[in-house]
């Protein structure tokens, strides 16, 4: 993969039985920019259809403009007229399809998936972990990522594992 022009940062740091907690980063050009936080679904060392998180590794992102979230999004942000561009998609990922960074507030509705949020609970209190205030952070990254995919510049994605598995 050649450089990309905008390199993303998963940072998880506690994993626990049914959920993964995390941060989101920018960190083009060696900065670091916190974005939002994450929450996926739990680590396995064999996959489980929709109860695994991504492995860590770095992913090409791009955006993905068709499928049903493609659609609720479009119609649920249409009043920002062409704001919705498509699906934040982490490509490539091995034995997974259609990895997507998008809404959600547990590990239920993760189902593989990035969810993102500007608030935060302890997953070691909370079992299926928990992220609020999800649409807001997602509103706030989303033209961040996307209006650079959608000129035809790159970007990826890594996943390091600082938690305890």
Request: net charge negative; glycine share 8%.
């Amino acid at each position: 993969m050649n450089q990309p022009e905008m390199h993303l940062e998963v940072l998880r740091f506690s994993s626990e039985k049914d959920s993964t907690n995390g941060l989101l980063f920018d960190i083009t050009n060696g900065n670091r920019k916190f974005l939002c936080y994450t929450l996926e679904d739990e680590h396995r060392e064999t996959k489980k259809q929709e109860e695994t998180r991504v492995p860590p590794g770095t992913y090409r992102l791009s955006l993905r403009t068709e499928g049903g979230f493609h659609q609720r999004y479009t119609q649920k942000y249409k009043e920002l007229g062409d704001w919705h561009k498509g699906m934040l998609w982490v490509r490539n990922v091995p034995n997974f399809e259609y990895i997507l960074i998008h809404t959600g507030n547990t590990d239920e509705h993760t189902a593989g998936c990035l969810l993102v949020g500007n608030s935060q609970n302890n997953n070691k209190v909370w079992k299926n972990g928990f992220v609020g205030n999800s649409v807001n952070a997602y509103s706030t990254i989303y033209p961040y990522i996307a209006n650079p995919l959608a000129e035809g510049k790159t970007a990826s994605i890594t996943y390091t594992d600082f938690d305890t598995v």
